[in-house]
């Protein structure tokens, strides 16, 4: 049930406006320029707001920040279905910010751990793994409520699954913990060690990276020379590779480091990018599913990672606070990567391609990995 919800939540955020930014910007006389931007502004409201989840998670429990976040969703993408000029259709795409910073997985893992402890890494693994369902379903599904029905309805549909499928899960089947601590949290009270810097820079770039894809892959696939049809379903190559490589974790990698597979995650896009530019139409789906072995890895790791390292005590805080500056770095990756992707498929691809090996480089200094 919680992985469901994610798949949801995933699919009515990071992925939605692949597909639907050039016919809602159509429909309403605009381009996507100021869609996309939007998408920025709700990127840096999510990161505004992840700290502030983190305590709310402490004080009263994952299950109620995760209601709080589907109505968030929900409001917002009925903003978007109702849009009668550009403006609110925009202001509707930055409030999906809202819910991002309180319903992902940040908040999801958190419920595990109050559920299952320092044990939760394998039930981290198959939450992630249902979730990808968003991307390997959500833009094909995006596509064909668009297609039966117009770009209005499509926000509806997603706005009402929030309403009466994950509300409903969040309030009554997921355990409703009380939280850990009653008093308001002081946010200093956790050090930033060197150890959770490090962590920060490296969850960063993959952050950046996986947000500037889920907005552009289907584009990125046509600029390769795909059809607009056959881009927006082997786009959902990356969502299925994701859930692959997360069952792969689950079921042989799951007593290994996370940090080793984070190390290999962060080889996968620029293999796939390489391939696909030199093969074109022909190798393009290459470059989906390298990006979706990546962030099978990577979203283990996110969760995994500070867990094997400092433990489970206020660990819905700890995480929030290392993916915090993740966060504001994937405000700007759409905005930046349309820019080079307006350039070419190939500078695109290079500048994603360049993020993943400095993070690779990065993983070095996790050799002796340590709280301090």
């Given at each position: 049930?919680?992985?469901?919800?994610?798949?949801?939540?995933?699919?009515?955020?990071?992925?939605?406006?692949?597909?639907?930014?050039?016919?809602?910007?159509?429909?309403?006389?605009?381009?996507?320029?100021?869609?996309?931007?939007?998408?920025?502004?709700?990127?840096?409201?999510?990161?505004?707001?992840?700290?502030?989840?983190?305590?709310?998670?402490?004080?009263?429990?994952?299950?109620?920040?995760?209601?709080?976040?589907?109505?968030?969703?929900?409001?917002?993408?009925?903003?978007?279905?109702?849009?009668?000029?550009?403006?609110?259709?925009?202001?509707?795409?930055?409030?999906?910010?809202?819910?991002?910073?309180?319903?992902?997985?940040?908040?999801?893992?958190?419920?595990?751990?109050e559920m299952q402890g320092q044990g939760a890494r394998r039930a981290i693994a198959a939450v992630?793994?249902?979730?990808?369902?968003?991307?390997?379903?959500?833009?094909?599904?995006?596509?064909?409520?668009?297609?039966?029905?117009?770009?209005?309805?499509?926000?509806?549909?997603?706005?009402?699954?929030?309403?009466f499928v994950c509300l409903p899960i969040a309030l009554t089947v997921l355990p409703q913990h009380k939280g850990q601590m009653k008093a308001a949290v002081d946010v200093s009270a956790i050090r930033w060690s060197p150890t959770m810097i490090r962590?920060?820079?490296?969850?960063?770039g993959a952050w950046a990276v996986a947000?500037?894809?889920?907005?552009?892959?289907?584009?990125?696939?046509?600029?390769?020379?795909?059809?607009?049809?056959?881009?927006?379903?082997?786009?959902?190559?990356?969502?299925?590779?994701?859930?692959?490589?997360?069952?792969?974790?689950?079921?042989?990698?799951?007593?290994?480091?996370?940090?080793?597979?984070?190390?290999?995650?962060?080889l996968f896009h620029p293999a796939g990018a390489l391939l696909a530019v030199l093969l074109g139409a022909v190798g393009a789906p290459l470059a989906a599913v390298g990006q979706g072995l990546a962030n099978g890895f990577l979203s283990v790791a996110s969760g995994a990672l500070p867990l094997k390292v400092f433990g489970a005590e206020r660990y819905g805080m700890r995480q929030a606070l290392i993916l915090t500056p993740a966060r504001y770095v994937q405000a700007a990756a759409p905005a930046v990567y349309a820019l080079a992707l307006n350039v070419s498929p190939g500078v695109a691809l290079a500048l994603s391609s360049a993020i993943c090996l400095g993070m690779f480089a990065l993983?070095?200094?996790f050799r002796d990995v340590s709280p301090a």
């Open positions: 049930m919680l992985g469901l919800g994610q798949a949801v939540a995933f699919a009515s955020s990071y992925y939605l406006l692949g597909v639907m930014a050039d016919p809602a910007a159509a429909a309403l006389g605009i381009g996507t320029g100021p869609v996309f931007l939007a998408l920025s502004g709700a990127f840096l409201v999510s990161a505004v707001l992840t700290p502030y989840a983190g305590q709310a998670i402490e004080r009263v429990g994952g299950a109620r920040v995760l209601a709080g976040s589907n109505l968030a969703f929900a409001f917002a993408l009925l903003m978007m279905a109702a849009a009668p000029q550009p403006l609110v259709l925009c202001l509707g795409v930055v409030l999906l910010g809202v819910g991002m910073g309180a319903g992902l997985y940040g908040t999801a893992f958190a419920v595990l751990v992630s793994l249902l979730g990808a369902l968003g991307g390997a379903l959500g833009w094909p599904i995006s596509r064909e409520v668009l297609d039966l029905a117009g770009w209005r309805a499509v926000f509806g549909f997603w706005a009402a699954l929030h309403l962590m920060a820079i490296f969850f960063a947000s500037a894809m889920a907005a552009h892959l289907p584009r990125l696939l046509v600029d390769l020379g795909m059809t607009v049809e056959r881009a927006a379903w082997a786009a959902g190559l990356m969502a299925a590779s994701a859930m692959a490589v997360r069952l792969l974790d689950i079921t042989v990698l799951h007593r290994s480091h996370p940090i080793l597979t984070a190390r290999l995650a962060t993983s070095f200094s």
